[in-house]
Structures are given as structure tokens and as C-alpha cells.
């Protein structure tokens, strides 16, 4: 433990004993205080800790995945050379020439080396400077179990309903009966090779190894992100199917979380939905006029619904509502995704490197293939519920558009709805797409 929580502990410890000689006084108001007051410095407690923790934890992995590697009796011991060396290595083998003799000795030292598909596997070190960019945007992988594997398949049994099968009653000096068989259920996970190529040029190919890897690393996040949001809303979308409940009001979403979902799952639950989903929720008022999403206070950036359930918003592109003539559907994704879905990672992350596959010699290019390797799975299907919000984008009801609801929608929106009633939209810029919505709608 570090000087800063060594501080924050004794400032703790200090206000709980001044609460506790506040109630003896008789003090309760000031006793009050200082109990709030305490809470917010346990908070920033664990808060503090946590960093510590994966400050920790980030200086951990740099040591143990920088082996030592002797060079002419020097020792290896920076990331700064792990980076060089395969960014060098990236390099080699879009030249196809020998490494040198220092970064040779390196990606020998190192535990990454090629994988079964003969591309370089990506050093631990990199990885997680993609993983933390990854992470850095709206990552559902920050919501889900994340579990790291070792084998490509595998199972994992659980106890269905277990905390709620109590003991029987057993007198004093009686015999213990016989439990019920416990109900188990086998969750198997088989990772699948996921991957995409990037393409470019000969000139970014000839910079240097830093900057070759800078680049590299914010296209991987940005692709490993989309892939992960991808499959885990894939499994939200087959778990809730046709089990979706319409959501017309606040106590529609009271009655999830209040009654739907079990108490358990509820303490922890959140709610997730997209932009038109935050919007729709941003504009709600009580009786009293006050709009019902709050903000966090000790996370100002943060919402909450009814105080508690914490508010995640994804761009209309990652969870997409369902848009059908005359209206759109909202997904409402509420309850814990740690407890209904495992996010399995093999933690294996590959690249190689082709100039002649597919059209690349002729447009001048070089693909980089990214591989790595994920399956996702339901673990407990009943600690979600996908709440839908229908509104009207036919306000009317007359079958047809006016230019104000065209202009009332996103771009998304439009262009859904052309999409539906077979209209071609070519334009780009909203106000040329609506005008192109109105002639094929024949006004």
C-alpha cells in the first residue's frame, strides 16, 4: 500500500471514530454529516486503490513478458525495445529481409513468437496498450464476464437456481435428509478466429517501427472493439428473442426492475441503450416537472435512472433501433450482462503481412491481417430483459412524411424508413436527403 492510501486510510479511520463520539454526544445531525462524509472518502478509497491495483498489475505483466535477453552482455529490459524490434520484425517482412542481429535476439527472448497460421504473434506489451484503448471507448466488454482461456474449447458448469434451494429443517439430534440432485447446466465455449485486413501504403510500411506500431495499434482497438460489441449484442438480441417487453412509460421500466428481474440481479443491473434510446429517456419529466434521469455525484458524467440504475449510451451505429413504417423500435437492454454473458478470450493476437494477395500489387498496397481469437456465450438468460420503446415518426398517421418529421430524425432514421418503402437515397447531406425522400414519396 502506497503513502497516498496509507493517508486516506487513517483520514477513514479517524472520521468513523468521529461519528461514533457524534451519536454518543448526541449530535445526530453532525453525526450525519460526518457519516456522509465518510462514505465519500471510502469512495475515493477504493477508487485510489483500484488505480493502485492496475498500476500494479501493468508493472507485473511488463516484467514477467520481458524476458531477459543477452546481447553482447547487456540485458534487455525496456518495452521501448519490445516495440522496436517488432515493429522492425512488421517491417522485415514486408522487405522480406533478415532482422538484425538485436531485434533477432529480442523476438527470441520473448514468449510470442509465430502461431499455427505463421504470423507474428503480437508481444504482451502492445496488447495491452490495445486493450487499454479498447477499453477507452464504449466497450460492452466493461459490462460483460470477461473470462481468459488457454484452450480452444472448454466447458464451465453452473448450478441452476442455487440460491434459491434452502436446506430442509433438521431437528435437534434428527438425521440429516438427503438433498435434491442439484441441477446443473454445461456452458460450452469453442473460440472462433476473428479478423480483418488493413491496407496501406509502402510509405507508412517505410517509417520507422514506432510509428508503424502507433498505427497499428489504434486501427487493432478500434476493429477489436467493434468485433466484441458485435458478438455480445448478437447474444443479447438471441437471448431476449421474442421475449422482448414493450416499455410505454416510467413504470413500464419500474415494473422490470422492480419485478421482472430477480432482486439480486436487479442491485446490480443497469440499463444500455443507444442515442434515440438516451433521448427518449433524457426527455422524461415526474409529476413535478423534474426530468428523470439524474446525474451521478460522484460521476457527473454519468446518469442514473430512478437515482440507481446506471444509464450506458451506445451510438445508434453499435445497437441499432428497429425502424419499420411509420415508427422506430428503441432497444432497452436492462439488468447485470456480467452475470448473462461470458466474453471467453484466448488472449492470442496475430498479424501478417501480404503485398500480392488479392488487388494489393496492383493498387500499390500492403494488407496487414489482424487475427485474434473470442467466443461469447449466455451464462444466466434470465438476468437480462429487453425492454422496447415504439415512437412515431408517422406522427400524422397518413402514411406519408412531412418535410418537419423528416426533419424531427436523424440521418439514420430517414434512411431506414427509405429504406423500408423501397425508396433510393443517394445524397449524403441531410437536407439534399430529405428533399430526395420527398420526390421519391411524390411531392
Request: aromatic content about 6%; some cysteine; overall charge negative.
Amino acid at each position: 500500500m502506497n503513502k497516498e492510501l496509507k493517508e486516506l486510510l487513517e483520514k477513514i479511520n479517524k472520521k468513523k471514530q468521529e461519528v461514533k463520539d457524534l451519536v454518543k454526544a448526541g449530535e445526530l445531525d453532525k453525526a450525519e454529516e460526518s457519516k456522509n462524509e465518510l462514505k465519500t472518502l471510502q469512495r475515493e478509497f477504493d477508487l485510489t486503490f483500484d488505480l493502485y491495483e492496475e498500476d500494479q498489475k501493468t508493472a507485473k505483466d511488463q516484467k514477467d513478458n520481458l524476458k531477459t535477453a543477452k546481447t553482447a552482455g547487456a540485458t534487455i529490459d525496456t518495452a521501448a525495445k519490445v516495440v522496436k524490434a517488432f515493429g522492425n520484425a512488421i517491417k522485415a517482412r514486408f522487405t522480406k529481409t533478415a532482422l538484425s542481429e538485436e531485434d533477432a535476439e529480442v523476438m527470441n527472448a520473448m514468449k510470442e513468437g509465430t502461431d499455427e497460421d505463421g504470423g507474428l504473434t503480437v508481444p504482451q506489451d502492445i496488447r495491452t496498450d490495445i486493450i487499454e484503448l479498447r477499453r477507452a471507448g464504449v466497450a460492452l466488454e466493461n459490462y460483460v464476464n470477461v473470462e481468459h482461456v488457454t484452450t480452444n474449447k472448454g466447458t464451465r458448469v453452473i448450478e441452476v437456481d442455487a440460491e434459491n434451494t434452502p436446506f430442509d429443517n433438521v431437528e435437534e439430534e434428527g438425521e440429516f435428509g438427503e438433498e435434491a440432485t442439484p441441477q446443473f447446466e454445461s456452458i460450452k465455449y469453442e473460440i472462433k478466429k476473428k479478423g480483418g485486413i488493413l491496407k496501406i501504403s509502402r510509405e507508412l510500411l517505410q517509417d520507422t517501427a514506432e510509428k508503424i506500431i502507433a498505427y497499428l495499434k489504434k486501427w487493432i482497438s478500434k476493429k477489436s472493439r467493434a468485433t466484441r460489441n458485435a458478438l455480445i449484442i448478437n447474444k443479447i438480441k438471441e437471448i431476449t428473442k421474442d421475449a422482448e417487453i414493450t416499455v410505454s412509460n416510467l413504470d413500464d421500466l419500474k415494473d422490470i426492475f422492480n419485478v421482472k428481474l430477480d432482486p439480486d440481479i436487479a442491485i446490480s443491473s443497469k440499463l444500455i441503450t443507444n442515442q434515440d434510446g438516451f433521448n427518449w429517456l433524457d426527455k422524461l419529466k415526474d409529476s413535478d416537472g423534474r426530468y428523470i434521469l439524474q446525474r451521478d455525484p460522484s460521476e457527473p458524467t454519468k446518469r442514473r435512472l430512478f437515482g440507481e440504475y446506471e444509464v450506458v449510451k451506445l451510438p445508434n451505429k453499435t445497437l441499432k433501433s428497429k425502424v419499420s413504417s411509420g415508427s422506430y423500435v428503441i432497444p432497452m437492454i436492462c439488468g447485470d450482462l456480467k452475470e448473462a454473458i461470458t466474453l471467453f478470450d484466448r488472449e492470442n493476437m496475430t498479424i501478417d503481412i501480404s503485398d500480392v494477395a488479392g488487388d494489393l500489387w496492383n493498387k500499390d498496397q500492403t494488407g496487414i491481417k489482424v487475427r485474434e481469437r473470442l467466443d461469447c456465450q449466455a451464462v444466466d438468460e434470465d438476468a437480462i430483459i429487453m425492454g422496447e420503446v415504439t415512437v412515431k415518426l408517422d406522427t400524422d398517421g397518413n402514411g406519408k412524411y412531412s418535410k418537419e418529421e423528416l426533419e424531427a430524425m436523424t440521418v439514420e432514421q430517414i434512411k431506414a424508413v427509405a429504406k423500408s418503402l423501397s425508396y433510393e437515397i443517394t445524397k449524403t447531406k441531410k437536407d439534399e436527403i430529405i428533399t430526395e425522400f420527398l420526390t421519391a414519396q411524390g411531392e
